[in-house]
């Protein structure tokens, strides 16, 4: 596997040095670790339409990939397309919602893109501002679509995947995913691949199976250059 950065390029990212060769390492064992370990979820169907997969996306913030997995299909059902969503009221959208959590800020969110995606007639733009001008189309989702939709090499970056890579590569320094520098570029850089997709899916998957809130270093196959699992063999 190669990627676009040469073996002895240096970047400096914020306040830590990461090296080039560190990314490639990083993506080529995840990677390899995918092939045979990575989860098989309905949003990761190649068919999926635009609007299934900014459902799943909107479902899946702050919320288990198997609690959605388990409900997915059920919500699908019932609102198959924009115009379901943006015709039912909000308490039924709620009420559908509720099985798995934050069914408020859900149900008002979904209906509103709904609505917004109508009077577009279901297209999404390709220009950066446009994408996020579309309410409540936050930093998340509009990574999501330009990945999954736009095929730009975009970062998933949530909390597990920022475990992940400040884990391996080093910790960031403000508190908001979002607002960090260090981290915003560093997940960009490793997800900067012709595999970016499976790259982002084996950083979660990584995240939930292995690089736990309470890891298990003992099974990890990265926690020979790990700086998370170096520090503790030294305490």
Same mark, same amino acid.
């Given at each position: 596997?190669?990627?676009?950065?040469?073996?002895?390029?240096?970047?400096?990212?914020?306040?830590?040095?990461?090296?080039? /060769? +560190?990314?490639?390492?990083?993506?080529?064992?995840?990677?390899?670790?995918?092939?045979?370990?990575?989860?098989?979820?309905?949003?990761?169907?190649? $068919?999926?339409?635009?609007?299934?997969?900014?459902?799943?996306?909107?479902?899946?913030? $702050?919320?288990?990939?198997?609690?959605?997995?388990?409900?997915?299909?059920?919500?699908?059902? /019932?609102?198959?397309?924009?115009? +379901?969503?943006?015709?039912?009221?909000?308490? #039924?959208?709620?009420?559908?919602l509720k099985p798995i959590g934050l069914y408020r800020q859900r149900a008002k969110r979904l209906k509103c893109l709904a609505q917004e995606m109508i009077k577009r007639?279901?297209?999404?733009?390709?220009? $950066?501002?446009?994408?996020?001008? #579309?309410?409540?189309?936050?930093?998340?989702?509009?990574?999501?679509?330009?990945?999954? #939709?736009?095929?730009?090499?975009?970062?998933?970056?949530?909390?597990?995947?920022?475990?992940?890579?400040?884990?391996?590569?080093?910790?960031?320094?403000?508190?908001?995913?979002?607002?960090?520098?260090?981290?915003?570029?560093? +997940?960009?850089?490793?997800?900067?691949?012709?595999? +970016?997709?499976?790259?982002?899916?084996?950083?979660?998957?990584?995240?939930?199976?292995?690089?736990?809130?309470?890891?298990?270093?003992?099974?990890?196959?990265?926690?020979?250059?790990? $700086?998370?699992?170096?520090?503790?063999?030294?305490?």
């Open positions: 596997m190669t990627s676009i950065y040469p073996q002895n390029h240096f970047l400096i990212l914020g306040m830590t040095s990461v090296t080039a /060769k +560190s990314i490639v390492q990083f993506q080529n064992t995840l990677l390899k670790w995918y092939k045979t370990e990575g989860r098989d979820f309905p949003w990761r169907n190649k $068919r999926l339409t635009h609007y299934q997969i900014i459902i799943a996306e909107t479902l899946l913030q $702050r919320t288990k990939a198997q609690t959605v997995s388990n409900f997915y299909f059920q919500f699908l059902k /019932k609102f198959p397309n924009w115009h +379901s969503l943006a015709n039912a009221d909000t308490s #039924i959208i709620e009420m559908h007639k279901g297209k999404l733009p390709n220009n $950066r501002s446009d994408l996020e001008s #579309i309410p409540f189309m936050g930093q998340y989702l509009a990574n999501a679509v330009e990945l999954l #939709i736009h095929k730009k090499p975009l970062p998933l970056i949530d909390v597990n995947m920022a475990r992940v890579l400040e884990r391996y590569f080093g910790e960031r320094k403000m508190a908001d995913i979002r607002y960090d520098p260090y981290l915003q570029e560093l +997940s960009f850089k490793v997800v900067n691949h012709k595999k +970016s997709k499976e790259i982002n899916w084996a950083v979660l998957d990584f995240a939930a199976k292995i690089c736990k809130p309470t890891p298990l270093c003992v099974f990890c196959p990265l926690n020979n250059e790990c $700086r998370f699992y170096e520090s503790l063999i030294q305490t």
